[in-house]
Nanobody
Framework: QVQLVESGGGSVQAGASLKLSCEAS????????MGWFRHRLGNEREFVAS????????EYADSVKGRVTISRENAKDTVHLRMNTLIPEDTALYYC??????????????????WGQGTLVTVSS
C-alpha cells in the first residue's frame, strides 16, 4: 500500500516562494502518477497539479498556471511542487496524491489510490 508524506509547508508573505515535497513509500510496483490538491477554507478540495510517472507530462489548474511547477525524482520516490509569487488565495492545506491513472484532474477524488495527510501553507498579505 502506497503511503505519502508531505513536507515543506509554512507561513510566508505574499510574493514569496515555497517548495513542497512528497515522499512515497510502499511503492512495490505500479507506475504511479503523482499530484497535488489543496483544500482552502470554505471550499472543496481542488486539483492543483499532476505529473505522469515518467515526468514527461504535467497539468496545472488555471488558478496556479505559470506560478507553480511540479516535478518528480523517481529514484527517491518523491514529487515536488514549487510555488512562486504566492498570494493569500493560495492559503490551504496541500495534499499529495498518487494514482495509477494520469491525469489526476480527471479522476474522481474518492477513487484516487493514495493520499498524504497534508501540509499547511499560509500566505499573508
Amino acid at each position: 500500500q502506497v503511503q505519502l508524506v508531505e513536507s515543506g509547508g509554512g507561513s510566508v508573505q505574499a510574493g514569496a516562494s515555497l517548495k513542497l515535497s512528497c515522499e512515497a513509500s510502499g511503492v512495490t510496483d505500479g507506475r504511479y502518477a503523482m499530484g497535488w490538491f489543496r483544500h482552502r477554507l470554505g471550499n472543496e478540495r481542488e486539483f492543483v497539479a499532476s505529473i505522469n510517472f515518467y515526468g514527461s507530462r504535467t497539468e496545472y489548474a488555471d488558478s496556479v498556471k505559470g506560478r507553480v511547477t511540479i516535478s518528480r525524482e523517481n529514484a527517491k520516490d518523491t514529487v515536488h511542487l514549487r510555488m512562486n509569487t504566492l498570494i493569500p488565495e493560495d492559503t490551504a492545506l496541500y495534499y499529495c496524491a498518487a494514482d495509477l491513472l494520469y491525469p489526476l484532474s480527471y479522476k474522481d477524488q474518492r477513487y484516487i489510490d493514495a493520499w498524504g495527510q497534508g501540509t499547511l501553507v499560509t500566505v499573508s498579505s
